[in-house]
């Protein structure tokens, strides 16, 4: 493993809109700060401009909420429209309590609201919208590695990050919730420890951990600073995808 990392924020970003080409809006920031990128660096990309750019976004006043929204609407107590919107992006419900709903995305990933958000998303129009999470992250995680890399003729990793709660511990922290260039995951099963211990359960989550990392410059509010590039990793771990980081039912022991 590296002895030192640099991550930094590409400055200069415009506000994303539905239809942006954001490898092309990435690159030329990255050229307009005389950042160039090298190989292995990792970019991450704040998971709300990519829905922006892809128009993952909802207008409330299309939404019309059905018997089920209505019910656990009044549960939550949360706007129907918003329970329908979380619905129909979740395979089901795992627990709720007023203020709170713990869903199994589409995706595969357990997060609160399935990940519809109205923090950040502008309504500038005076419309009410929803932001959802990409159609498939991974793929648009590879088509904006493909575009950076050739523009900059280097090999380059692509992670789309998303903050998440944890079971058990309190706060939000950065996760993978797309990647390409690089290994989801990490297994070093097999391999001796300091000590020469064979290791038999240690499975790194890389994606997530260089998430976790750039979130401390991306921020959750208002920084502005949604891509961030994290140089002087190392790895040969084969790619793998985020899919590849969510845990199959048969291991899950809270089913």
């Not at 970003?13 to 090298?38: F, K, Q, Y």
């Not at 970019?43 to 656990?72: C, F, H, N, Y």
Request: charged share 20%; glycine share 8%; aromatic share 4%.
């Amino acid at each position: 493993m590296p002895a030192r990392l640099e991550i930094f924020a590409i400055p200069g970003l415009p506000m994303v809109r539905e239809g942006d080409d954001l490898a092309s809006l990435i690159a030329d920031a990255a050229i307009r700060a005389d950042l160039t990128l090298r190989d292995r660096d990792v970019v991450v990309i704040a998971q709300k401009i990519v829905s922006k750019a892809e128009g993952r976004a909802v207008d409330l006043a299309t939404v019309t909420p059905t018997a089920e929204a209505i019910a656990l609407a009044a549960e939550v107590g949360k706007d129907p429209r918003i329970v329908q919107v979380v619905l129909s992006e979740s395979t089901r419900v795992v627990r709720s309590r007023p203020n709170l709903m713990i869903m199994q995305h589409r995706l595969g990933f357990v997060m609160a609201n399935a990940g519809v958000d109205q923090s950040n998303v502008a309504p500038a129009d005076g419309v009410q919208r929803a932001l959802l999470l990409p159609v498939d992250p991974d793929a648009t995680a590879e088509a904006i590695r493909a575009r950076l890399a050739e523009r900059f003729a280097v090999k380059l990793g692509c992670v789309i990050s998303d903050s998440f709660g944890r079971p058990w511990r309190r706060g939000t922290a950065g996760v993978a919730i797309g990647c390409a260039g690089l290994p989801s995951l990490i297994d070093l099963r097999g391999q001796p420890d300091l000590f020469g211990r064979i290791l038999e359960v240690s499975i790194i989550g890389f994606a997530d951990e260089i998430a976790a990392a750039a979130s401390l410059l991306q921020g959750q509010a208002a920084e502005g600073q949604p891509v961030v590039v994290v140089r002087g990793l190392s790895w040969t771990a084969p790619d793998a995808t985020v899919a590849e980081l969510v845990r199959p039912p048969q291991e899950d022991l809270f089913l």
